[in-house]
T-cell receptor, first 112, second 115 residues
């Protein structure tokens, strides 16, 4: 079955340092992959999407992700963390009908 | 574009009662999705509509759950004879088929607490 696995349930970084949130996918064909962010008491917001046009995808708020077929990975990165980045991040796979399959989430904590 | 709205934002009900939630999608979007999110988990797909047709239902959607989208605009999700296990955040999303990557835009959710 197609799915995504988020390798870390919690990640803690210092403000101004790089962010790496890891995601592996399992699919027999080229998938549609997304990263969504969920701030407390706010709705899910799309950060970026991969739909096979380019392997390096740039999103909002300085985030980007690289699709690596050889590693079946779609890791999310940001060069410099900001306090406002603290939230839960979901790696998401889009299947038939574009229904979304969410990973278990990674809680990002940003410390001063 | 006012975004996806959901009402109510919070609902507390007693076990055995029926509840109904409403979702208003982005106006030109033809697809509407329902998801459920329990504490500490990612959202799980429940069902989706294209216009007024319900095209798929997850096996998570027991026969106590019913969803409608009568005119292809807003949608309702009804839970009959609620159980404590139904306590969750119910999320609605909409998308426009054929627009780029068909990304889904989510509403703020309805948090259901069954006591």
């Amino acid at each position: 079955a197609q799915s995504v696995t988020q390798l870390d349930s919690h990640v803690s970084v210092s403000e101004g340092t790089p962010v790496l949130l890891r995601c592996n996918y399992s699919s027999s064909y080229s998938p549609s992959l997304f990263w969504y962010v969920q701030h407390p008491n706010k709705g899910l917001q799309l950060l970026l999407k991969y739909t096979s046009a380019a392997t390096l995808v740039k999103g909002i708020n300085g985030f980007e992700a690289e699709f690596k077929k050889s590693e079946t990975s779609f890791h999310l990165t940001k060069p410099s963390a900001h306090m406002s980045d603290a939230a839960e991040y979901f790696c998401v796979w889009a299947g038939g009908g574009n229904k979304l399959t969410f990973g278990t989430g990674t809680q990002l904590k940003v410390e001063l | 574009d006012t975004g996806v709205s959901q009402n109510p934002r919070h609902k507390i009900t007693k076990r055995g009662q029926n509840v109904t939630f409403r979702c208003d999608p982005i106006s030109e979007h033809n697809r509407l999705y329902w998801y459920r999110q329990t504490l500490g988990q990612g959202p799980e797909f429940l069902t989706y509509f294209q216009n007024e047709a319900q095209l798929e239902k997850s096996r998570l959607l027991s026969d106590r759950f019913s969803a409608e989208r009568p005119k292809g605009s807003f949608s309702t999700l009804e839970i009959q004879r609620t159980e404590q296990g139904d306590s969750a955040m119910y999320l609605c999303a909409s998308s426009l088929v054929g627009q780029g990557g068909n990304e889904q835009y989510f509403g703020p959710g309805t948090r259901l607490t069954v006591t």
